[in-house]
C-alpha cells in the first residue's frame, strides 16, 4: 500500500463524525446516568462516576485515531468495509446507551452490548487487515466495552 502523508482535513473529519457519536449517545446518559433509578442497580464494581466521561473521551479520540489510520490506508473496496464496520458501531453505541439509560431497559441492553461487542471485534478484524495500528488502537474499546457488558449483567441479576 502507498503511504501517504498526514491529512488534516481527513483526522478532522474522523475527530468530528467519532464525537458527534458520543455527542448523541451522551444525550440519552446525561441525566440518566445519576439518581435514584441508577444508584438503586449500580453495581458495587462500578467505577466513581467521574471515571465515565474522561475514559469515554480518551476511547472515542482513539477510535477516532484508527478510523483516520484505516481510511488513509485503505483502497476503495476497503474503505467501504470501514465505512460500514464504523457505522454499525457507531449505530449500536449510541443504541446501547438509549436502551440503558433513556428506556432504563437494561435487560434488553444486555442483548444489544453483544452485537456492540461483535461490531468491536469486527472493526479489529476489518482494520487490521488494512493498518494494524489502527487495529490495535480498539484494543482498549473492546476492553472497556466488556467491562461494561460485566456491568451491565450485574445489573439485571
Do not use: H
Amino acid at each position: 500500500m502507498k503511504k501517504k502523508g498526514f491529512n488534516l482535513k481527513v483526522f478532522i473529519i474522523c475527530l468530528v463524525i467519532v464525537f458527534l457519536v458520543a455527542f448523541i449517545g451522551s444525550l440519552f446518559t446525561s441525566g440518566n446516568s445519576s439518581g435514584d433509578w441508577y444508584d438503586s442497580i449500580k453495581p458495587s464494581i462500578t467505577p466513581p462516576g467521574w471515571v465515565f466521561p474522561i475514559v469515554w473521551n480518551i476511547l472515542f479520540f482513539l477510535i477516532a485515531v484508527s478510523l483516520y489510520f484505516a481510511w488513509q490506508s485503505a483502497n476503495n473496496k476497503q474503505k467501504k468495509s470501514v465505512l460500514i464496520v464504523f457505522a454499525i458501531n457507531f449505530i449500536l453505541n449510541i443504541f446501547w446507551s438509549f436502551l440503558y439509560f433513556y428506556l432504563r431497559r437494561p435487560p434488553l441492553a444486555f442483548i444489544e452490548i453483544f452485537f456492540l461487542l461483535i461490531s468491536i471485534v469486527s472493526m479489529i478484524l476489518v482494520t487490521w487487515k488494512i493498518d494494524k495500528k489502527s487495529s490495535y488502537l480498539l484494543i482498549p474499546y473492546l476492553v472497556w466495552v466488556s467491562f461494561a457488558t460485566i456491568l451491565n449483567y450485574l445489573t439485571i441479576i
